[in-house]
């Protein structure tokens, strides 16, 4: 098939092209390709020439790039360095590639980063808190001893959230406050961190994206875990002493008056004993057989007021969090890529 | 007689002490059935009639009053005519104990016509003891010595002692009440050295509403 041959040829060419693409100049590609076949006199020569035209930052990177390798090569440590130097300020967070280059141009790139002031890897953990309460880490490496300060620039906010003597590695910490105290608005923000030594300055930026929520409120309760209300009343074991008692009360009276009976008078049939005896005693009877009324628990009554009182205070306490979470608010962070400068 | 009494209060000791009724004041009508005997088996009286109560409670003190009116016609083989009754009792107790009340107290009868039999006045001194069966229904007793009896023909009584009993069942809010009592009162008048006792019992079935 024909498109087979063309694909063939045109791969490989894209293959290369890829890692260049952004390149403008013929003779910054010539100069790499110099590089890449060990003639490192030609990418020394090209590089130079390419880099009287006007180019594209990243030309610039590759252009020094090229340099400080073919130096390191040829042993010229001095040139080296000073390629190396410049690569740096463009592109303080770019290193040799430990697996493709030499030891020896490793070191000569630390040395040339250590001759150098600049702030670099400039870096915003993703983050999620309240604001004031949490807080976002923003870490960072100066080159060289400095006096770095950590900014939070934008929405028409500057914020010094941090400033410190480092060297190497270094972290600052920003709570998501304005200088006033108030949480920042939402909308993207730059991270400007600059070292200051002596008269040299430099700053590394990264960006970030701030977007705000509402903080969760509290569930009001019913119930606190592990306790659980009592009943307040219980039903008592059906018992016999209703009748009890009225046999007890009737017989003792009604006893009492027969007992008490003048018998030289005449009482009649005495229905009036009688039958307030049988009504008690009836009454003792279904007072025993009915179903026994619930009772009051007098402990379980307590109990349950001390839980409710407990609930009640809780409860009022997390009306009052409720009513301090209304007021605050929840801050993502976002990092987001730093875009590349323009074309100088 | 004297340690029947004493035997009759025991007895009422042995039952648990109860909380008393939570209403404080209690009027009711009644229905009232007695019978009265007077000198001898062939005296004898029966009738019935309206009475009411009226008590109030507060603390451990109880004033409870009771009147009846009441026609009685005679029932024995003496002979006697048929009179009207009119009694009126007032006592107030203290309650020394959840269930026990020690009680003083007057009572007043009235007879229509007048010498058809004895108006009576008496104070009595006696005991009293209340216990509630369940949350809904109480049950009392009284017993009293009757200590100054005055009689209309005159004389005097030797002994003298009244006892009672009833039931109360309500409602759960003690708002209404039905109960019945029974009275039993035995007067061992003496006239002269003559004997002319006098006897009555008395049932009541009545309403109660309390506040």
Same mark, same amino acid.
């Given at each position: ?118 702030? &670099? ?11 004031? !309460? ?9 080159? &060289? ?12 906010? !500057? ?7 480092? %060297? ?13 105290? !108030? ?23 990264? !960006? ?125 962070? %976002? ?10 | ?22 209403? %404080? ?18 005296? *004898? ?11 109030? *409670? ?58 058809? %039999? ?94």
């Amino acid at each position: 098939m024909k498109p087979r041959p063309l694909l063939s040829v045109l791969l490989p060419i894209a293959l290369i092209a890829g890692p260049l693409g952004a390149q403008q100049s013929p003779t910054v590609r010539r100069a790499r390709q110099a590089y890449d076949q060990l003639d490192f006199s030609s990418a020394i020569t090209l590089a130079r020439r390419a880099l009287a035209e006007r180019l594209t930052r990243d030309d610039r990177i590759q252009l020094y790039e090229v340099l400080g390798y073919s130096y390191g090569a040829l042993d010229s440590a001095r040139q080296a360095v000073e390629a190396f130097r410049q690569l740096v300020f463009l592109a303080p967070d770019r290193e040799p590639d430990v697996e493709r280059v030499s030891p020896r141009i490793t070191s000569l790139y630390a040395s040339a980063l250590g001759q150098v002031l600049v702030v &670099r890897k400039v870096a915003v953990d993703s983050a999620s808190f309240i604001a004031g !309460e949490g807080q976002v880490l923003i870490r960072y490496q100066v080159s &060289r001893p400095a006096r770095a300060t950590t900014r939070v620039v934008g929405q028409g906010v !500057e914020i010094v959230v941090d400033s410190q003597l480092v %060297t190497g590695p270094a972290i600052a910490t920003w709570n998501g406050l304005t200088g006033s105290g !108030e949480p920042v608005p939402a909308g993207t923000y730059q991270i400007l961190v600059t070292a200051v030594e002596g008269r040299n300055e430099f700053t590394g930026p990264a !960006e970030i994206r701030v977007d705000r929520g509402s903080v969760d409120t509290l569930a009001h309760l019913t119930g606190l875990p592990g306790y659980s209300f009592q009943p307040e009343t219980e039903a008592p074991p059906r018992t016999w002493r209703p009748l009890g008692l009225a046999v007890l009360y009737t017989g003792l009276v009604a006893g009492a008056a027969v007992a008490l009976e003048n018998t030289s008078l005449d009482l009649g049939d005495r229905r009036e004993v009688g039958g307030v005896g049988f009504l008690a005693l009836v009454t003792g009877l279904v007072m025993s057989v009915k179903k026994p009324d619930p009772r009051p628990v007098p402990a379980n009554i307590q109990y349950n007021r001390l839980l409710r009182e407990q609930i009640i205070e809780r409860n009022a306490q997390i009306a009052e969090e409720n009513g301090r979470r209304r007021q605050q608010v929840t801050l993502t962070i %976002t990092p987001t890529p730093v875009p590349a400068p323009a074309p100088r | 007689m004297i340690r029947c009494g004493v035997v009759l209060v025991a007895l009422l000791g042995l039952a648990t002490p109860q909380v008393a009724p939570a209403q %404080t004041v209690r009027f009711g009508l009644q229905g009232v059935g007695l019978t009265y005997s007077e000198i001898d088996q062939g005296r *004898r009286a029966e009738g019935g009639g309206l009475g009411g109560t009226f008590s109030v *409670r507060w603390r451990r003190f109880l004033l409870d009053a009771s009147g009846m009116g009441a026609r009685l016609d005679p029932k024995g083989d003496g002979g006697g005519t048929s009179f009207d009754l009119l009694q009126g009792d007032v006592r107030l107790s203290y309650a020394f104990a959840p269930s026990f009340a020690v009680e003083i107290g007057g009572g007043r009868r009235a007879i229509d016509p007048e010498f058809a %039999t004895q108006d009576i006045g008496v104070v009595r001194l006696g005991v009293l003891s209340e216990i509630a069966l369940n949350q809904l229904s109480t049950v009392w007793a009284r017993g009293a010595y009757l200590v100054d009896s005055r009689f209309s023909g005159g004389g005097s009584a030797d002994l003298a002692v009244e006892l009672g009993m009833g039931v109360g069942v309500g409602t759960a809010n003690g708002r209404f009440r039905g109960r019945v009592d029974f009275e039993f009162q035995r007067i061992d008048r003496k006239v002269g050295g003559a004997d002319v006792p006098l006897q009555m019992a008395v049932g009541k079935l009545g309403l109660e509403l309390g506040f």
